[in-house]
């Protein structure tokens, strides 16, 4: 059973950075999609980078130019480079993995920041 575990969340003053990690724990056949989605309170999640298996990348226009997704070179895993995060940054972060068999969420982490 493929598992999806997020870590890297947490509280942060307004123009810092952090850096999200999504590792897949399980057998995940072939190379899958992956990407970073976000929940703020009341709202519906929304998209906010992607990563191809053929390595294209994109990005939602509120976060273009600030974060980062690349994939590491070992088992499946995905990261999120937050730079210069602002307070409507603040959410709780899913990381998603698309293969053939199947779409694989993580259990979700929070980013909070300050103003």
């Known amino acids: 059973q493929v598992q999806l575990v997020e870590s890297g969340g947490g509280l942060v003053r307004a123009g810092g950075s952090l850096r999200l990690s999504c590792a897949a724990s399980g057998s995940i056949f072939g190379i899958p999609a992956m990407g970073w989605y976000r929940q703020a309170p009341g709202k519906p999640r929304e998209l906010v980078a992607t990563?191809?298996?053929?390595?294209?990348?994109t990005y939602s226009d509120s976060v273009k130019g600030r974060f980062t997704i690349s994939r590491g070179n070992a088992k499946p895993t995905v990261y999120l480079q937050m730079n210069s995060l602002k307070p409507e940054d603040t959410a709780v972060y899913f990381c998603h993995f698309a293969t053939g068999l199947g779409d694989y969420w993580g259990q979700g982490t929070q980013v909070t920041v300050s103003s």
């Open positions: 990563s191809t298996s053929g390595g294209s990348t």
